[in-house]
């Protein structure tokens, strides 16, 4: 079954930069759009990324266009987020997901925490 595995979240200081990463498995990752989320606490998870099964189309909050990219390797089965001139609002759980026809209802992998702060 679907199973995503976030890493590289951390600490880091304003204006910075963080490079996720998550490995999928358990699907044919090439087939299916993937995206990237986040959650801050006391809120709700919002969009952040998505990226298109061959990586021809991408989209982007508002909140992010211009500093973070969105990238995947279908070889590897991996999606990633690039990450630049982090703010402190940026600090949250990030999470990636595939398409939800696919995925169990409900399931998230265990995310991985960004924080940005001085």
Same mark, same amino acid.
């Given at each position: 079954q679907v199973q995503l =595995? &976030?890493? +590289?979240?951390? @600490? =880091?200081?304003? %204006? +910075? $930069? @963080?490079? @996720? $990463?998550c /490995? /999928?498995? %358990?699907?044919? *990752? $090439?087939?299916? *759009?993937m995206s990237w989320y986040r959650q801050a606490p006391g809120k709700e998870? &919002? *969009? =952040?990324?998505?990226? $298109?099964s061959h990586g021809g189309f991408r989209n982007y909050a508002d909140s992010v266009k211009g500093r973070f990219t969105i990238s995947r390797d279908n070889a590897k089965n991996t999606v990633s987020l690039q990450m630049n001139s982090l703010k402190p609002e940026d600090t949250a759980v990030y999470y990636c997901n595939t398409e939800e026809r696919i995925r169990p209802p409900g399931y998230w992998g265990q995310g991985t925490q960004v924080t940005v702060s001085s």
């Open positions: =595995v &976030e890493s +590289g979240g951390g @600490l =880091v200081q304003p %204006g +910075g $930069s @963080l490079r @996720l $990463s /490995a /999928a498995s %358990g699907f044919t *990752f $090439s087939r299916y *759009f998870r &919002e *969009f =952040v990324a998505g990226i $298109s």
